[in-house]
């Protein structure tokens, strides 16, 4: 077999045997403010793999404040930045609270998730999300 053969194949599993992300249930949210607000709270749910993205429009050099509110200790968020591949704050690490001053203005994306170990045990985290922008 030629090596480009065999690339063809490879990448053709990949494809086929896709990601679990693939398989993932992700639910999308714009965020907008109330008029006159500078901040918002969201009471929702995730439960298993799936996981919800917030996207919230931010101006660089304002400061962006995210608390995540929830009774399973295993729930987490991300804050990416507009374009990033890695995230710019990652609360599995850092913590369920954060205050970022934005660097670059465009839409950032807050990612709420359980972590695998939960995950595969198919728990619901009911939680509390707070964000400010000032």
């Given at each position: 077999m030629t090596?480009?053969?065999f690339s063809r194949i490879?990448?053709?599993?990949?494809?086929?045997?896709?990601?679990p992300a693939?398989?993932?249930?992700?639910?999308?949210?714009?965020?907008?403010?109330?008029?006159?607000?500078?901040?918002?709270?969201?009471?929702?749910k995730v439960k298993g793999y799936d996981s919800v993205q917030y996207s919230l429009r931010v101006t660089a050099g304002q400061k962006m404040s995210v608390q995540l509110d929830c009774?399973?200790?295993?729930?987490?968020?991300?804050?990416t930045?507009?374009?990033?591949?890695?995230?710019?704050?990652?609360?599995?690490?850092?913590?369920?609270?954060?205050t970022v001053t934005i660097?670059?203005?465009?839409?950032?994306l807050i990612d709420v998730y359980l972590m695998r170990n939960a995950a595969r045990r198919g728990e619901t985290a009911n939680y509390t999300l707070t964000l400010y922008v000032e």
């Open positions: 090596l480009r053969r490879a990448a053709l599993l990949l494809i086929v045997g896709g990601s693939l398989a993932d249930d992700i639910r999308r949210e714009a965020v907008q403010f109330a008029r006159g607000a500078s901040g918002s709270t969201i009471k929702s009774s399973n200790a295993s729930l987490y968020f991300n804050i930045a507009p374009g990033a591949s890695e995230a710019l704050y990652n609360s599995s690490i850092d913590g369920n609270g954060a660097p670059s203005s465009g839409k950032y």
